[in-house]
């Protein structure tokens, strides 16, 4: 109907000499706007055409943007649900492997003590054996000159024990006081470690020759006392350097696991702040790619409502010229 009066404000305003045949004028004003209203509608349905295949390859892409950003955040969500775990693993492991190193350290320190009081022990009794066999063997080699004919001979005759031999010697200058205190001591310590109870040469008959025998009978168990404690030291160092180097080596390899546990957590530490990071930004990229994509509905199907209801008033506005 609009289009009618159109035409016919048009038809008035043409100048009468121009009105020879009106309705040819009418006609041809018509099928001049429906010409008009045609182009419109058909550059206007370009024009839509090519929004809505805009519409359809924007909301493809964002699509697929979303679907990808939910893959990426699920992936970002597992690996540091992965890297808390594997920091909790190895902090737990760094934990177990200082309370074994700090065992492991302990026992070290104590048996290094102990060996370094073993070592004492045994220095001061091989010093104190050493000397003893030293002056059984010059007190034996002094008796067995006097046998020969000594000045002293008569006097040791007439000792009654082995620390009155002793005395002798001592008055006689062939051992020292010190040197004689020492075997007396030695003796006493040979009587207690005696099965019987028998004081080694405590009693012998006047005869040099026991006197040495029991002086031979002190060397010999002296010079088997220093033995038997080489032997102990030789071993229990043997079994010392066995326990040093096996705590060694133990606390070697923790130290090395503890090191490697460290890096671990240290790796894991930066994965899970990176993991972090890259999920708080690819949140946001997809909370605002889905914000687009809701958008981009809205605005399309209100592009597509417009169109329809341009079209529909053309269509109604042909069909109305059509009848005139």
């Known amino acids: 109907m609009k ?3 159109a035409a016919a404000a ?3 305003a043409t100048p009468a000499a121009a009105q020879t045949n009106p309705i040819t004028k009418v006609l041809q004003l018509i099928s001049d706007l429906q010409t008009k209203v045609i182009k419109e509608g058909e550059d206007a349905q370009k024009v839509y055409a090519e929004y809505s295949e805009w519409c359809e390859e924007r909301s493809k ?4 943007e979303i679907k990808t950003g939910k893959a990426e955040v699920a992936g970002l969500e597992a690996t540091i ?35 370094s009081k073993e070592m004492e022990a045994f220095a001061a009794s091989q010093k104190e054996l050493t000397e003893i066999v030293d002056t059984l063997q010059r007190a034996v080699g002094i008796l067995e000159r006097e046998m020969r004919g000594g000045a002293s001979m008569l006097q040791l005759k007439g000792a009654q024990n082995l620390a009155q031999a002793l005395e002798v010697l001592v008055q006689g200058a062939m051992i020292s006081t010190a040197d004689a205190s020492q075997l007396n001591s030695f003796m006493q310590t040979s009587s207690d470690d005696d099965e019987m ?12 020759s026991n006197i040495v025998d029991v ?31 096996g705590l060694k080596d133990e606390i070697k390899f923790g130290n090395k696991e503890m090191s490697e546990a460290k890096s671990g957590l240290a790796v894991s530490g930066e994965k899970k702040a990176t993991a972090e990071g890259d999920l708080e930004m690819t949140s946001k990229d997809l909370a605002s790619d889905t914000t687009a994509l809701g958008d981009l509905h809205h605005e399309c199907m209100t592009k597509a409502e417009d169109f329809e209801a341009e079209t529909k008033s053309r269509g109604e506005g042909l069909a109305a010229m059509a009848k005139a």
């Open 10 to 12: 048009l038809l008035s």
């Open 81 to 115: 649900d992965q890297e808390v775990s594997t920091i909790g693993s190895m902090a737990a492991k760094i934990e177990k492997l200082a309370g074994e190193i700090s065992v492991d350290e302990a026992d070290l320190k104590a048996a290094t003590d102990i060996r």
């Open 61 to 64: 892409e964002l699509s697929h």
């Open 3 to 5: 289009l009618l009066f």
């Open 197 to 208: 109870g028998a004081p080694a040469g405590a009693v012998y008959e006047s005869h040099s």
């Open 215 to 245: 002086l031979t009978d002190m060397l010999e168990k002296a010079e088997g006392q220093l033995d038997a404690a080489r032997k102990k030291e030789t071993s229990d160092l043997h079994a010392f350097e066995m326990m040093d180097q």
